[in-house]
């Protein structure tokens, strides 16, 4: 059974970092791609940033360039999202997703193909403050 489960979120003023985890278990496949969505309250689920398993390649939503990064660890089970100088509109319940086997390159993980994504966890909610 494919799962995901996120954690690290928490309430910090504008300007200040987190750092989001995501722990994955029973993915019996390499390459596959993780992505970081969030929503806000009234608003729809959105894409932030995606890896493929498989090899090196991110995507990030313009919102967040240059301020969100997604890693993964030495042991391929976890992966981050390392967010600095964050701001009021980055408040929302953060999802960590999963697809199923990929075959060619970061595309098919683009985070705004959120019909890509079979594979959720709970979520972690995130509050900025100004």
């Known amino acids: 059974q494919e799962q995901l489960a996120e954690s690290g979120g928490g309430s910090v003023q504008a300007g200040g970092s987190l750092r989001l985890s995501c722990k994955t278990s029973g993915f019996i496949y390499s390459n596959h791609c993780i992505g970081w969505f969030r929503q806000a309250p009234g608003k729809e689920r959105e894409g932030v940033a995606s890896l493929y398993i498989g090899g090196t390649a991110t995507v990030y939503d313009d919102s967040v360039k240059g301020r969100f990064f997604i890693s993964r660890d030495r042991g391929k089970d976890t992966v981050y999202l390392q967010m600095n100088s964050l701001k009021p509109e980055d408040t929302g319940m953060y999802y960590c997703?999963?697809?199923?086997?990929?075959?060619?390159?970061?595309?098919?993980?683009?985070?705004?193909?959120?019909?890509?994504?079979?594979?959720w966890g709970q979520g972690t909610q995130v509050t900025v403050s100004s």
């Open positions: 997703a999963a697809t199923g086997l990929v075959y060619d390159s970061i595309r098919y993980c683009d985070p705004s193909l959120r019909g890509n994504y079979e594979y």
